[in-house]
């Protein structure tokens, strides 16, 4: 029993269905709790007012955002490396996932820096790394959805993620060289003091939960319906070869 | 490899299109700067880093096609990867070709567009310099690109998208060498980090571009 | 209830209201597809069954 049992098709498809509602519930539980805790018994930070709620949702989308390009990174070595077809389906699944944190990430970000930094938008080195990530996100699923053949799109894009992740992270360094910032840094951490407080802290550990458990669940639907989709195509193109 | 040079110059040159093409897209995108935002002298010597840096990376977007489009459709690639070539260095030879007849010309133009948006005496130099340094690296990212888009009928526009998100540190470094020249301040830092992106670039992306195109051709 | 938002109640409302709606239109199109997907495959494979 290896994990790379899971590169089967068939048998992923039948593991995951299995978890899949586990995760699902799991998922919307964290969220549910998470966020109403955060939302309706938290108190109001004394400088920040009630915009702190909002972090329940900034920092966990962001958190995924990141992660996410990880993971499809990950994802794409794998493909590279052992040439296992649910990895590569896996990285196109996630593409989405981390768009949309990413612009929730962006979204919230900016209702919250109207009120405390009086801008919608600056061109702080976080937010423009992260607008820097969307599009390299757009650019990836473009290049999905462009190219036909299955493989050639699955070895195309993978070494866009490769070469992409290299050029995010000087993207990262050149920004933060570029302009100095509005954001504070870092709000969790495990060696700092200087993190938010309790009362923040524990409703927040929740909904990171929360997104954690939706990525997944989100990355194991979408991979599922990816192998079906190659599935179909596969039997479409035998059904006309003869 | 210098006769697969010397033929990508000579077709360059013949079809007339490289030099002419990219070199009046930069002027044109410098002339309109004023009409968006003023005459106003003093604003244009504080954008003219900035916007000749944008338009000589625009320019450069351009061109980007033409450089294994035209290989590709009419089988020479094909024919150049069963030579005794790595695909490594055809595609190096490819991006230089493409920098000798799109990016050299937009650095020795750069100056002179300059004189346009009334950039200051001291940016001249370092406009000059930072584009020397930091176009190649446009050039060989810009063949990547090229590479990954090279099978599909519409790409162009998925080129732009894929590329301009990897010039983003090329731009960066580059515009701040050429604003900080023009201001007068230390080039040194901004600098170095530019060559060190471009000498990156130049030497690990021709892999991944040979890499590509090797898929492309199976 | 609710509790008081304060001069913020827009900003913060407004930020849950979109990140939930992307969040939900975002399942709500990965399970769409699921099930179109899954229908579109098992229509296939009973044809190649029935024919081969």
């Known amino acids: 029993m290896s994990l790379w049992e899971y590169a089967n098709p068939v048998k992923f498809i039948r593991t995951t269905d299995m978890v899949l509602p586990w995760i699902s519930v799991l998922a919307v539980l964290c969220l549910v709790t998470g966020l109403i805790w955060g939302f309706f018994f938290t108190p109001e930070d004394y400088r920040q007012g009630s915009t702190v709620k909002i972090i329940y949702l900034h920092v966990p989308s962001a958190l995924m955002a990141i992660n996410a390009w990880m993971m499809m990174l990950v994802a794409s070595i794998i493909w590279i490396v052992r040439r296992h077809h649910v990895s590569a389906l896996a990285a196109r699944a996630a593409a989405p996932v981390g768009a949309v944190m990413t612009l929730i990430a962006l979204a919230t970000g900016a209702l919250w820096g109207q009120p405390m930094w009086g801008t919608w938008w600056a061109w702080d080195p976080r937010l423009t790394s992260f607008l820097i990530l969307f599009l390299f996100y757009l650019g990836y699923i473009a290049l999905w959805s462009a190219i036909e053949d299955d493989d050639t799109a699955a070895d195309l894009s993978s070494i866009l993620c490769l070469v992409g992740s290299v050029f995010a992270v000087l993207s990262r360094y050149a920004v933060n060289f570029w302009n100095q910032g509005l954001h504070q840094g870092a709000s969790l951490s495990l060696d700092k003091e200087e993190n938010v407080a309790d009362v923040f802290y524990f409703p927040l550990l929740v909904c990171i939960a929360g997104f954690v458990l939706l990525f997944v669940a989100l990355v194991f639907l979408r991979t599922q319906t990816e192998i079906r989709a190659r599935r179909t195509r596969a039997l479409i193109a035998r059904e006309q070869r003869g | 490899m210098r006769a697969l040079l010397a033929r990508d110059l000579r077709l360059a040159v013949r079809a007339g299109g490289g030099f002419g093409l990219g070199l009046s897209f930069f002027l044109i995108v410098t002339v309109l700067v004023p009409f968006g935002v003023g005459p106003e002298t003093a604003l244009l010597t504080r954008i003219a880093p900035g916007i000749l840096w944008i338009g000589a990376l625009l320019a450069c977007l351009l061109s980007l096609d033409r450089i294994l489009a035209l290989d590709w459709e009419d089988g020479t690639l094909d024919l150049l990867a069963t030579a005794p070539l790595p695909m490594e260095g055809i595609v190096s030879v490819k991006a230089l070709a493409h920098w000798i007849t799109t990016g050299l010309p937009l650095v020795l133009a750069a100056p002179v567009l300059g004189v346009l948006l009334n950039l200051a005496p001291g940016g001249y130099l370092w406009v000059l310099v930072s584009l020397a340094v930091g176009t190649p690296a446009l050039s060989v990212i810009g063949t990547f690109g090229a590479a990954l888009t090279i099978g599909l009928k519409r790409g162009g526009l998925l080129l732009s998208l894929l590329v301009l998100p990897l010039y983003v540190p090329t731009l960066i470094f580059g515009a701040e060498v050429a604003r900080r020249g023009a201001e007068e301040l230390d080039v040194a830092t901004p600098l170095m980090l530019l060559a060190g992106i471009s000498f990156g670039a130049v030497a690990l992306l021709p892999f991944a571009s040979a890499a590509v195109l090797r898929i492309n051709l199976r | ?52």
């Open chain 3, 1 to 52: 209830m609710m509790p008081d938002l304060g001069k913020y109640a827009g900003v913060v409302l407004s930020s849950y209201v979109v990140a939930l709606g992307l969040i939900v239109a975002l399942v709500a199109v990965s399970i769409w597809r699921a099930r179109r997907v899954k229908a579109a495959l098992e229509q296939v494979e009973k044809r190649s069954k029935r024919d081969g």
